[in-house]
């Protein structure tokens, strides 16, 4: 267990799946260093994460994934005690067994990186439309980046902190995910990837395909003028 290491898990109606996703994070790091994001949930979200005894911030309402994420890493990397902060979903799609691959990278090439838990090696079991839009959506993102990055819709991830201090963000949903690697990268911040599992089970996608296809290329737009 390393408590040089924290983890943001924004979580919306992920009671079902978040008490096993919480117990294996926990054979990682520290109570103290796991935020759980309640992102309005109307579930029992906010009091399964708080019986797991990890650290809770509950929006009162639902402001999206990117909220949730800016809300968890500026507690954590703000802290002054942690080098570089996790960030995972709720629904078990992300295997916390995989955390040390990211530490042993981390621990060879940081500060001053991301790290991508990339699933574009190995995407037996994937939808082939989510296939080809992560195929899609990374090429463009590696190009606005000016590096390649192979799974850049992956939430997997682990970001220095002085990263998180450092790059201003002002988008709140999906694409907030996006907008921090262009940013970072810009930077001169380090893009790195780790091989991670295609994990896939009963989990409800949040993702609105027109809503958040349009949010999408908004800020690639608006990278033009970063």
């Known amino acids: 267990m390393n408590d040089r290491y ?18 294996d994070v926990k054979r990682f790091l520290p109570p103290d ?59 078990g799609q992300h295997a916390p067994d995989e955390i040390p691959g ?12 991301i790290i991508i838990g990339n699933r574009m090696g190995s995407t037996e079991g994937m939808p082939l439309i ?10 463009v993102i590696s190009a606005r980046a000016g590096t390649r990055i192979d799974d850049s819709q992956s939430g997997y991830r682990l970001i220095d902190s002085g990263i998180l201090r450092e790059v201003e963000l002002v988008t ?13 990268a810009r930077k001169g911040a380090r893009i790195s990837m780790v091989p991670i599992r295609t994990i896939y089970a009963d989990e409800k996608s949040t993702i609105h395909p027109v809503r958040d296809t349009i949010r999408f290329f908004t800020l690639v737009f608006r990278s033009f003028f970063w």
Not at 6 to 23: D, F, T, Y
Not at 130 to 139: G, I
């Open 102 to 113: 990211f530490v042993r990278v981390y621990e060879d090439e940081g500060p001053g990186i």
């Open 6 to 23: 924290g983890a943001v898990i924004p979580a919306l109606n992920a009671g079902k799946h978040l008490q096993a996703v919480l117990q």
């Open 130 to 139: 989510r296939k080809l839009t992560n195929r899609f959506t990374s090429a």
């Open 33 to 91: 260093n796991i935020v759980v994001v309640d992102d309005g949930s109307t579930d029992d979200t906010g009091a399964v994460a708080r019986e797991s005894e990890v650290k809770v911030i509950s929006h009162p309402e639902n402001r999206g994934k990117g909220e949730a994420l800016k809300t968890g890493c500026a507690h954590l990397a703000f802290s002054g005690n942690i080098d570089a902060v996790f960030t995972l979903d709720a629904d």
């Open 172 to 184: 709140g949903r999906y694409e907030t995910e996006s907008e921090i690697l262009i940013k970072a």
